[in-house]
């Protein structure tokens, strides 16, 4: 660790000031981390189950809000390309019952998606940080 020497002044003001004054003359001695260490631990790991979580709720109320959005504002051909995601969500519909079906099926695949990406950048940045 380097040391780096501070000097600093303080001066009370009447009823304000309840602290240890530390006179002009005498110098303040703070020990900070290298720069090196510094960068190494402000790379955090993500959480992969939180992520994923996060990421399926995410996507889950994305596709529920825009089914029901749909389904709501009406008119002669409700959802027409929305409705196209039934190629991939077996059972869903731009109704109200599809949106619930809509939003399990976008929650896991939010939640993989979001696990996996967070795997990714955990072995990553533990490869990049091992350097």
Same mark, same amino acid.
């Given at each position: 660790?380097?040391?780096?020497?501070?000097?600093?002044?303080?001066?009370?003001?009447?009823?304000?000031?309840?602290?240890?004054?530390?006179?002009?003359?005498?110098?303040?001695?703070?020990?900070?981390?290298?720069?090196?260490?510094?960068?190494?631990?402000?790379?955090?790991?993500?959480?992969?189950?939180?992520?994923?979580? /996060?990421? #399926?709720?995410?996507? =889950? &109320?994305? @596709?529920?809000?825009?089914? !029901?959005?749909?389904?709501?504002?009406? *008119?002669?051909?409700?959802?027409?390309?929305?409705?196209?995601?039934?190629?991939?969500?077996?059972?869903?519909?731009?109704?109200?019952?599809?949106?619930?079906?809509?939003?399990?099926?976008?929650? /896991?695949? #939010?939640?993989?998606? =979001? &696990?996996? @990406?967070?795997?990714?950048? !955990?072995?990553?940045?533990?490869?990049? *940080?091992?350097?």
């Amino acid at each position: 660790m380097s040391e780096i020497v501070l000097e600093r002044t303080l001066t009370p003001v009447e009823g304000e000031f309840t602290g240890h004054v530390v006179p002009a003359a005498q110098p303040v001695v703070v020990a900070l981390p290298k720069l090196e260490e510094t960068v190494r631990t402000g790379i955090h790991r993500m959480h992969a189950t939180a992520q994923g979580v /996060v990421t #399926g709720v995410m996507f =889950g &109320s994305g @596709l529920f809000l825009a089914t !029901n959005f749909l389904v709501l504002k009406g *008119g002669k051909d409700v959802g027409a390309h929305l409705s196209l995601l039934n190629q991939f969500f077996p059972g869903y519909q731009v109704t109200f019952v599809g949106s619930l079906v809509g939003f399990g099926y976008a929650s /896991v695949l #939010g939640f993989l998606l =979001g &696990s996996v @990406l967070a795997t990714v950048y !955990n072995t990553v940045s533990t490869r990049i *940080g091992a350097r």
